[in-house]
């Protein structure tokens, strides 16, 4: 019966930490996670931090054109090539529909700037629905973490560097 309890217990807390379409993190565990981080860094432990947010470029318009399950393939293709990834450098977790939180640990922004690996894998990617070949571009933000200002801050500049990576084009890391 405690066994029983126990893989209970694991898969409910499964359910309420990893997003069910694509397997990441959920933005509830990142910010668990980030909170750690924190702390690590505050100590000493960590060494530097990067923040990383991306969003797919124009995934309106895969649902649009392919249908909502085409978008859903694409998410969880992504999510993939994420999961593979990140294992080097550090956490990803699917921040709101298809936008993407990167936390690289122990690494400062130019040494983040690997993200450049997975832009280009991304760039090799096809997902396969429905006899269509569907490829993607993603924007990247990216920015470093300051203790003085705080994870928050430094999730801000990242969003606001994907923004004007959106708005002057597309596809690309801004750092």
């Given amino acids: 019966m405690e066994q ?31 909170r750690a981080v924190e702390y690590d860094y505050e100590i000493g432990n960590a060494g530097f931090v990067s923040i990383a947010i991306a969003d797919i470029d124009f995934f309106k318009r895969i649902n649009d054109t392919y249908g909502h399950d085409a978008g859903d393939e694409v998410l969880k293709a992504v999510a993939e090539l994420f999961m593979d990834k990140m294992k080097t450098y550090g956490r990803v977790c699917r921040w709101g529909g298809e936008e993407f939180l990167f936390v690289f640990y122990g690494r400062n922004g130019d040494a983040a700037y690997d993200l450049q690996e997975i832009y280009d894998e991304i760039h090799r990617l096809t997902v396969s ?47």
């Fill in 129 to 175: 629905y429905e006899n269509e070949e569907i490829r993607i571009t993603m924007t990247f933000g990216l920015e470093e973490y300051d203790k003085n200002d705080g994870m928050e801050m430094a999730i801000r500049r990242a969003d606001e560097k994907l923004y004007q990576g959106k708005e002057t084009g597309r596809d690309k890391i801004v750092y």
């Fill in 4 to 34: 029983k309890l126990v893989r209970y217990n694991t898969k409910l807390q499964k359910l309420a930490s990893v997003d069910a379409l694509t397997g990441l993190w959920n933005r509830r565990s990142m910010w668990e996670y980030i």
